[in-house]
Every structure is written in structure tokens, then in C-alpha cells.
């Protein structure tokens, strides 16, 4: 399973920090993925890392968000800057033995379960 944490709430054009951490079988996988879903809406992909460090981002996020991962510890990290109101959502974590995408959130084995982020103007 994944524990998602670093969730919470700030004003548009703060910041914060998600962390994922991976536990059992889910740990070492080719790509772990960050995931966001607004109520009422489907699960859009904010932004995906395999493990040779190659990145992918949702136009949405590109150059406010950053991607990272350690592999030695299995943590999947999503540094998000300059907030809108927008980015407002659940976000989740996912990995999965696959070839990274934004597009598909059935192909991810793990999730968590989620924590919110909420972006006041």
C-alpha cells in the first residue's frame, strides 16, 4: 500500500511538499505517478517519474510542479509552488511495473488513499 501526506491548506501562489511512502511489494516500482481528482470530476494525472529519473508533467502543473523520487527508500515526492485555486483536489499517489502514463489510471497496481490540497484566492 502507499501513504500520501503533506497535504493541506494555503493561499494561491503558496506552496507545499506531498511525500509518498510505499510500503511492502508496492516499494521499488518502474513508475510511480501522481494523480488528482476534484469533486465531482475524473482522476487526472498531474505527473509521473520512472526509475531512471525520466519525468512527465500535465500542461496544467508544467513549471510549478516538481517530480522527484528516492529510490534507495521508495519515496515518491511532489514539490507544488505558485498554488491556484485551481490545483485544489485530492491528490494520489500510484505505482505500478508499467510504463509511465498520465492517461491511464487503471494501468497503476497501488494507490493510496489520498490527502487534500486546498487553494484559496
Known amino acids: 500500500r502507499l501513504l500520501e501526506s503533506g497535504g493541506g491548506s494555503v493561499q494561491a501562489g503558496g506552496s507545499l511538499r506531498l511525500s509518498c511512502q510505499p510500503s511492502g511489494s508496492s516499494a521499488g516500482q518502474y513508475c510511480m505517478a501522481w494523480f488528482r481528482q476534484g469533486p465531482g470530476e475524473e482522476r487526472d494525472g498531474v505527473a509521473t517519474?520512472?526509475?531512471?529519473?525520466?519525468?512527465d508533467y500535465a500542461d496544467a502543473v508544467k513549471g510549478r510542479f516538481t517530480v522527484s523520487r528516492d529510490n534507495a527508500k521508495g519515496i515518491l515526492y511532489l514539490e507544488m509552488n505558485s498554488l491556484k485555486p485551481e490545483d485544489t483536489a485530492t491528490y494520489y499517489c500510484a505505482t505500478g511495473d508499467i510504463d509511465c502514463t498520465l492517461a491511464h489510471p487503471h494501468r497503476y497496481k497501488t494507490w493510496g488513499q489520498g490527502t487534500q490540497v486546498t487553494v484559496s484566492s
Open positions: 517519474i520512472d526509475l531512471t529519473g525520466t519525468s
